[in-house]
């Protein structure tokens, strides 16, 4: 089992910043792939942020498109955290953001994330 609890979140102006944290416990963090994934009111779940093991010591960051350049997605596996770095906000950034971990070394859908946390919610004002 792995529990998993965001924080960080908050109401910031457009153009603002904000860092998010997931601070996870059980199953032995550094195997995990971990990720960012958001929800906006009335639409789907989407992905944010990923990181992907490349052999046994580094991972790969990945990121949606639409937060490319803004978002910047990192682990502390000493800690056992998770982090996400949020620059140049705008309104359609606003969401509830989840932190995900999957037992992929590479996860590739949200369905490869077998443990969520609660959630944190981001509100961006324009």
């Known amino acids: 089992q792995v529990q998993l609890v965001e924080s960080g979140g908050g109401l910031v102006q457009a153009g603002g910043s904000l860092r998010l944290s997931c601070a996870a416990s059980g199953r032995l963090f550094s195997t995990l792939g971990m990720g960012w994934f958001r929800q906006a009111p009335g639409k789907e779940r989407e992905f944010v942020a990923r990181?992907?093991?490349?052999?046994?010591?580094?991972?790969?960051?990945d990121y949606a498109d639409s937060v490319k350049g803004r978002f910047t997605i990192s682990r502390d596996n000493s800690g056992n955290a998770l982090y996400l770095q949020m620059t140049n906000l705008n309104a359609d950034d606003t969401a509830v953001y989840y932190c995900?971990?999957?037992?992929?070394?590479?996860?590739?859908?949200?369905?490869?994330?077998?443990?969520w946390g609660q959630g944190t919610q981001v509100t961006v004002s324009s």
């Open positions: 990181t992907s093991w490349v052999g046994t010591k580094t991972w790969n960051a």
């Open positions: 995900a971990a999957s037992r992929y070394r590479v996860p590739s859908t949200g369905s490869d994330y077998a443990y």
